[in-house]
């Protein structure tokens, strides 16, 4: 096993204690508690994809990975996880405290390593791109619970700043010309769009990539909701649904 994807893994496991027991902490904010909780659920899951990835035949090259892992980023990870330890056991720390705080970690969790290897998994199959899809989410979950809160605007342009990890792909089925031409108008700056035109060929590009979404008009007849029974899919939107989606 990669011992660095293992170190990876290790340190995705300790930031989702650390906000497990933070939300813990707040308990009596009833919201700021579910919105850690549901951070740590998605850490331990990001603990798992390094935990695939280190056991995958396709485990990215050791010394490619060497190059992107100095002794500066293992001391910066693992100092900002003493610091965060040190800080939620004062039962004195404040939401403002622990706001800061998560914006520290995620900011040393996008070290270059995280990021070589999610730049490995984007360009590999469909289910490490899901994976790299959920941990943008991951990012995505911090930045909208801190656009409800303008007073901790500083914290917020921090978690935005952090490089993105995945452009939203999104399918279209569609065969009908003109329709394909204002779909791809309407949906283009919502992510990067793929065309097709015929079940067998929107089937066939959904076994090679990831999609974050599956749009068509329903009086296609080319292809069905049943093509998918049995198959990991996901949503899928008719179309005439694209406005309130």
């Given at each position: 096993?990669?011992?660095l994807m293992t170190w990876l893994e290790e340190r995705e496991l300790d930031i989702a204690a650390i906000y497990h027991t933070a939300s813990l902490l707040f308990a009596d904010d009833h919201d700021f508690a579910r919105f850690l909780k549901t951070l740590a659920a998605q850490e331990n899951d990001h603990g798992d994809f390094f935990h695939t990835i280190a056991e995958s035949d396709t485990c990215p090259p050791l010394e490619e990975l060497k190059q992107q892992f100095g002794t500066v980023t293992g001391e910066n990870m693992e100092g900002m996880l003493r610091t965060a330890r040190h800080r939620?056991?004062?039962?004195?720390?404040?939401?403002?405290g622990m706001i800061e705080l998560?914006?520290?970690?995620?900011f040393s969790e996008w070290n270059s390593l995280f990021l070589y290897v999610m730049g490995w998994a984007a360009g590999e199959d469909r289910e490490?791109?899901?994976?790299?899809?959920?941990?943008?989410h991951h990012r995505r979950t911090i930045e909208?619970?801190?656009?409800?809160?303008?007073?901790?605007?500083?914290?917020?342009?921090?978690?935005?700043?952090?490089a993105p990890l995945?452009?939203?792909r999104i399918l279209i089925?569609?065969?009908d010309p003109d329709m394909t031409r204002l779909l791809t108008i309407i949906m283009s700056p919502y992510?990067?769009?793929v065309v097709t035109h015929s079940g067998s060929e929107a089937l066939a590009r959904l076994r090679q990539k990831h999609f974050d979404a599956i749009i068509r008009m329903w009086r296609c007849r080319k292809w069905t909701t049943s093509s998918f029974i049995g198959r990991p899919s996901p949503s899928i939107l008719p179309s005439a649904d694209i406005s309130s989606s």
């Open positions: 096993m990669n011992q939620i056991a004062d039962p004195h720390l404040t939401k403002k998560i914006a520290a970690l995620e490490f791109q899901r994976m790299v899809a959920e941990i943008e909208d619970y801190l656009l409800e809160q303008p007073e901790h605007d500083d914290y917020l342009q921090i978690i935005r700043n952090l995945w452009q939203k089925l569609e065969d992510g990067k769009l």
